[in-house]
């Protein structure tokens, strides 16, 4: 039985989320294919007593966070299928795009060397095990530069072109509020 070919895409809300993002997009909308964002969440030692349900409700924002930012909301010329799963990042990208018909799109390594030395990187565990094309797609020179000083939430004057990568729409509008 045929199965329409997926474009999974790792969406951690980092620049290089971002650029993996739109990258993924990009290759959905040419393939035909299925686009399927997928966040995965665990509860750490910061997060306490939360409850589960709270954990994977800001999953599920920063999931919308990196669509808004990246395209102004969930295009619409896409058939996309949404995961957000409890686990580890490699291996739930990996069991989702099981098919060598899919392509697993991630994005490179930013500022988190020291992390990734101590706990390994998604990147290369999907690189290692997935059983399908895999797309490492780095974050532009502009957003590299941004990405140590600016909260997510400040890249909003950016948007996103599926024909370009981000590109500046220009200074902020100034703040007349008082």
Known sequence: MDRTPRVVVGVCGTL??????????????QRGAVLVPLTAWEPTRQDGLRPLSELEHAARRRMDTAFEQAFAGYPPNL?????????????????????????????????????????????RYCRAHAHCPVAVVAPSHLLECLSPTTPNSALLPFLADTRTSFRPLGPAPADRSG
């Open 16 to 29: 290089g989320g971002l650029a993996a993002l739109h990258h993924g997009v990009r290759e959905a909308e």
């Open 79 to 123: 058939r996309i299928h949404p995961l957000i799963v409890r686990g580890d990042a490699g291996p739930a990208l990996v069991a989702a795009a099981d098919g060598p018909e899919d392509l697993l799109v991630v994005g490179a390594a930013g500022h988190r060397r020291l992390r990734q030395a101590l706990t390994g990187s998604v990147t």
